[in-house]
């Protein structure tokens, strides 16, 4: 009725179905307790054009991970693969502030793990920020680096496209248009 952007937190299958037939725009957590048997879930994704955000760094949140944790990470993994492989758009989301964990931390983590789970480093960093963008009605403004849009850019020591684990090498933090963190 406001043309607001609506993100349901999911875990079962049913529950991710239902709230995309209701209207909903994409999906935090999705489905991470059984393992997708069929294209039902993404051919609902892309007909809706939701967005899907696994946020795998929720069992990886600077604590001792449980069996349970490890199962539903590993179920997770496999259903982004599956989703992703069938062309859902994907994007990058956390937990962050739920688990006490400094922002920005699990953001760096998610990319790794989505990497893990079979996406290329190309393609978690777009779910980080070209998708992010689009899925939030924002492309117009920032998501992708072109003249005219905000881009608040981290430069690594390294191609993160080669190993996404180079993330962790920050050496310049430029936030509107300043460096507001230079160590090289």
Known sequence: QHQLRVTAHTNHLEDALEVLEAGCDGLEHGV??????????????????????????LYQAGRTESEQDLDRLAMAMAN??????????????????????????????????????GLSPEQAIQAATRNAAEHLGKLDELGTLEPGKLADLIIVDGDPLMDISVIHNIEVVVKGGKIVADHR
């Open 80 to 117: 982004l693969k599956q989703l992703a492989d069938s062309g859902v758009r994907i994007v990058l989301g956390t937990d962050t502030l739920s688990r006490g964990t400094p922002p920005g931390s699990t953001t760096l983590k998610e990319l790794e793990l989505m990497v893990r789970a």
């Open 32 to 57: 991470m307790r059984t393992r997708l048997q069929d294209e039902k879930l993404a051919t609902l994704l892309k007909e809706r054009k939701a967005s899907y955000a696994p946020t795998l760094s």
